[in-house]
């Protein structure tokens, strides 16, 4: 079983930033290809950006290339997601997700293990 947690969300006005922080633990991590979901009011969840288990390989939404950062350090069992010149369209719950993939995946059903999720609010 992987568990994980997100931390880092919160209030930011347009243009701010945020990094936002996925801590995982159960499996190691470097085992695991990571991604970020985030689901607005009456939305469906979206897939953000995701990146291989080594990190070599990243992907993002085309909404977020240029703005939105993933990383990870394996040796610490985290995930970040660096998020500028936030939107209020980027208003959302932010969800860490793990799956055994080989590939970075970009369909919610794709991953086995989700966070709780961490608010991001951006305020225009």
């Known amino acids: 079983q992987v568990q994980l947690v997100e931390s880092g969300g919160g209030l930011v006005q347009a243009g701010g930033s945020l990094r936002l922080s996925c801590t995982a633990s159960?499996?190691?991590?470097?085992?695991?290809?990571m991604a970020w979901f985030r689901q607005a009011p009456g939305k469906e969840r979206e897939f953000v950006a995701g990146i291989s288990r080594s990190g070599a390989g990243t992907l993002y939404a085309d909404s977020v290339k240029g703005r939105f950062t993933i990383s990870r350090d394996n040796a610490k069992n985290m995930v970040y997601l660096q998020v500028n010149s936030l939107k209020p369209e980027d208003t959302a719950v932010y969800y860490c997700?793990?799956?055994?993939?080989?590939?970075?995946?970009?369909?919610?059903?794709?991953?086995?293990?989700w966070g709780p999720g961490t608010q991001v609010i951006v305020s225009s």
């Open positions: 159960g499996r190691t991590l470097s085992r695991l290809a």
């Open positions: 997700a793990a799956d055994d993939t080989l590939v970075v995946l970009t369909t919610a059903p794709s991953y086995e293990y």
